[in-house]
């Protein structure tokens, strides 16, 4: 658990609100959909979890789709020394979050979804505090006394619908649906990115964002029938 909690809350949260800073949120949304490449290609070294054809050519499509996507329409610009650090940290965000599911998935193997997510959220929320205290220092946290209310309002659905409601309900579908299955339903992150950011912050829907956001869901579609097949398969065996 304190592994899933330096990777999952620390990495994940302090590698995406700083690549905030410099990419727009409907770009950086997009980034989730690589999620799924590297969460089912560890899973199936690390679990043996089984995959077919169809799994593999949707995520294919939804990983090309993210990176299409994160890089304007130029993949090219995607090498890394032609990457911005707002993009390299959307990618470090991906790694943190692939181990977090996998870490999750050994963990629920003894405990429930709800008990992972308070531990992990508990000593994630240390360790934040720690790395915040330590790099930015005490002085930065006087500001919360003169924050807004908006702001506190912000935090409030950070904390609760993004962190503990996403992390407890995600979880429980890596329980019931293994690392693979769960993580293919990331992919559909980036088509709420994306109008959220519209409606809510005015940032433009540019081309290259539909495209890929399209993609990214069809490949999600893909996966999801990929898995059905392969679950039909399963019960079949077992009913032989």
């Known amino acids: 658990m304190a592994g899933a909690s330096a990777v999952g809350v620390l990495g994940y949260s302090a590698f995406f609100l700083l690549a905030l800073q410099t990419v727009p949120a409907g770009k950086a949304a997009m980034v989730v959909a690589l999620n799924p490449v590297l969460t089912m290609l560890f899973a199936v070294l690390l679990f043996r979890e089984a995959v077919n054809w169809l799994m593999c050519a949707g995520l294919a499509l939804a990983v090309t789709g993210a990176l299409y996507a994160l890089s304007g329409g130029a993949m ?9 650090t707002g993009e390299l940290l959307l990618l470090g965000c991906a790694c943190c979050w692939v181990a977090y599911t996998l870490i999750g998935r050994l963990v629920l193997t003894s405990l429930d979804a709800l008990t992972t997510t308070t531990a992990t959220a508990t000593i994630g929320a240390v360790l934040l505090f720690a790395a915040s205290w330590l790099v930015e220092g005490p002085a930065v946290w006087a500001g919360l006394a003169k924050a807004p209310a908006v702001a506190w309002y912000s935090i409030f659905a950070l904390a609760f619908g ?6 407890a309900w995600y979880l429980n ?14 992919s559909l992150v980036p088509l709420f990115g994306m109008l959220l950011s519209s409606l809510w912050l005015n940032e433009p829907l540019t081309a290259s964002l539909l495209t890929g956001c399209v993609m990214a869901i069809v490949g999600m579609i893909l996966m999801n029938i990929g898995r059905v097949q392969m679950e039909r398969i399963s019960k079949l065996q077992k009913f032989d």
């Open 173 to 186: 579908g890596v329980k019931v649906l293994g690392a693979g299955g769960a993580a293919a339903y990331m």
């Open 162 to 167: 993004a962190t503990a409601l996403a992390y």
């Open 76 to 84: 090219a610009l995607l090498r890394p020394m032609q990457t911005g």
